[in-house]
């Protein structure tokens, strides 16, 4: 499994994400701009919880915006410990320590992209083959690192 290929749909996810998260807040901006209305106090209320709708989806946006940046500096090089860039695969799954996007399927296998933030990514972090980790009650036997 080639980790550059892994990376570019991984980025492909991310540009995708980003793409829907700018139209809904374009069509929210849109729908708020075009309920003009003289129903006083209650339009007022309306905009506002549409104003932070917008600002939550802003907040996604700037996340997935800083997320994809990030994947410019990951090592896709073999690792010997895990660290950002780490193709894991353990006894439950594959797992490949990026950036939060979930689960994806990649050359017909699911893998788990994770930030190096997450518990999990976390608890593996400079572990090396043959380790172990136990994570929310689960054990995670590391038996490859990519």
Do not use: C
């Amino acid at each position: 499994m080639n980790k550059s290929d892994l990376l570019q749909v991984v980025y492909g996810k991310l540009s995708e994400k980003i793409h829907t998260l700018e139209q809904l807040i374009a069509d929210t901006r849109t729908a708020n701009n075009e309920t003009k209305s003289s129903m006083g106090d209650k339009y007022e209320t309306s905009r506002e919880m549409v104003q932070q709708e917008i600002n939550k989806l802003q907040l996604q946006l700037n996340d997935s915006i800083s997320a994809r940046k990030s994947l410019g500096s990951i090592n896709v090089s073999p690792h010997e410990t895990i660290a950002a860039g780490s193709l894991v695969k353990t006894q439950r799954g594959l797992f490949f320590i990026a950036v939060p996007v979930g689960e994806i399927v990649f050359g017909n296998e699911k893998i788990f992209v994770l930030s190096p933030e997450s518990p999990l990514a976390s608890a593996m972090w400079g572990k090396k083959t043959g380790d172990s980790v136990l994570v929310n009650h689960t054990e995670h036997n590391i038996i490859q690192i990519r």
